[in-house]
Nanobody
Framework: QVQLVESGVGLAQAGGSLRLACTAS????????MAWFRQGLGTEREFVAT????????YYADSVSGRFTISRDTAKNTVYLQMSSLKPEDTAVYYC????????????????????WGQGTQVTVSS
């Protein structure tokens, strides 16, 4: 497993932008698929975005497609989530996740496919 630590300013107004970062340690970052999930108050955890180990494949939930961008910097062992055009419904605790996953069996959108998780970071979008 890998240790994941999220960071980033978590307060914005609707229409604004935020960037979250997640730094990994304990295993070869370059071999890992990285993802972001979120969980709003009283809701189930939901998939947000994922990026494969070499960064060439990315996939987004419909609710964030066109507004959020996932990227990774292997030199820094860090994955980012750039969030733009934020909406109040984006308010949630955001979790970083990682695993050595083969995309040949499908886009890894399910939380159960990830075996390392960060502690979560709160994002609040005010209207």
């Amino acid at each position: 497993q890998v240790q994941l630590v999220e960071s980033g300013v978590g307060l914005a107004q609707a229409g604004g932008s935020l960037r979250l970062a997640c730094t990994a340690s304990g295993r070869t970052f370059a071999s890992l698929t990285m993802a972001w999930f979120r969980q709003g108050l009283g809701t189930e955890r939901e998939f947000v975005a994922t990026i494969n180990s070499n960064g060439y494949m990315k996939y987004y939930a419909d609710s964030v497609s066109g507004r959020f961008t996932i990227s990774r910097d292997t030199a820094k062992n860090t994955v980012y989530l750039q969030m733009s055009s934020l909406k109040p419904e984006d308010t949630a605790v955001y979790y970083c996740a990682a695993a050595a996953i083969s995309w040949s069996t499908g886009v890894p959108k399910e939380g159960a496919r990830y075996n390392s998780w960060g502690q979560g970071t709160q994002v609040t979008v005010s209207s």
